[in-house]
């Protein structure tokens, strides 16, 4: 019999399957749509988040574009194995918080780290309202420092940041500033967590999602009106 697709979802992906996720991230035109790092990032903000925010509306995030009817696949097939990946990431991104043992996946770069915080901090922007009161809390807010000193240190080009997310950032700064991203993801996760979190409905089962099957993005829309329409130009 065979396996379902809920629990192909479940799956860790393996090193060539991240690998390939990677690539396809990377081969999307749009300068603006997210390296693996980056999304490994939005993902952890996204899974912090008390209420889900459903695929329908991020997914013009990962792409790049600023229109949600838009997405760089030739086909069905290319988007059917993309977005299988991308739960499936997502899936590994909340195992790896509810293991308590939580560490982000950064590129082997100097500037590791940089692109994690942007796509924390563009979760934390789809997500604005559950976060607010947490960024105005003059204690909380200290939990999203590490992700904004990444983000922005040594930007040059936003006058209207404070000084302190202007100052330089060094090698040794990087290092104590990455350790945190780690402990500061935690927090979130648990502060939103025990306060009853929902998390995010499985995609329905089967092997294959119907043209005229609910949308697994979580939108209400029947497949063929919604992902599957946007997936093939």
């Known amino acids: 019999m065979p396996a379902s697709k ?11 399957e991240i690998a390939k ?18 999304l490994d990032g939005f993902f952890t903000a ?9 695929p329908s509306r991020y997914m013009h995030s990962i792409y790049g ?22 739960m499936r990431y997502w899936n590994g991104v909340g195992n790896r918080l509810q293991s308590g043992k939580f560490k982000p996946f950064l590129e082997d770069i100097p ?22 009161s947490m960024m105005r809390d003059e204690d909380e807010s200290m939990a999203f420092m590490s ?15 404070p000084p302190l997310l202007k100052e330089e950032v060094t090698p040794e700064m990087r290092k104590d500033l990455l350790e945190g991203l780690s402990v500061s993801a935690m927090f979130l996760y648990s502060r939103f967590n025990d306060s009853g979190r929902v998390d995010v409905p499985r995609p329905a089962c089967g092997d294959k999602i119907g043209r005229n099957d609910p949308c697994p993005c979580g939108s209400g829309k029947k497949y063929k009106k919604c992902c599957l329409n946007r997936a093939v130009h």
């Open 6 to 16: 809920g629990n192909e979802l479940s799956k860790p992906l393996g090193d060539e």
């Open 21 to 38: 996720l990677s690539d396809i991230l990377d081969s999307f035109p749009n300068e603006n749509s997210m390296t693996l790092e980056m």
């Open 46 to 54: 996204l899974y912090c988040c008390p209420r889900l925010v459903p």
């Open 65 to 86: 574009n600023e229109s949600e009817d838009e997405a760089p696949f030739e086909d069905e097939k290319q988007f059917y194995i993309f977005f299988e990946l991308l």
């Open 111 to 132: 500037e590791a780290g940089t692109g994690w915080s942007v796509g924390f901090l563009q979760g934390v922007l789809l997500a604005e309202g559950d976060f607010v």
């Open 147 to 161: 992700f904004f000193m990444l983000a922005f240190g040594n930007d040059k080009l936003h006058e209207d940041l």
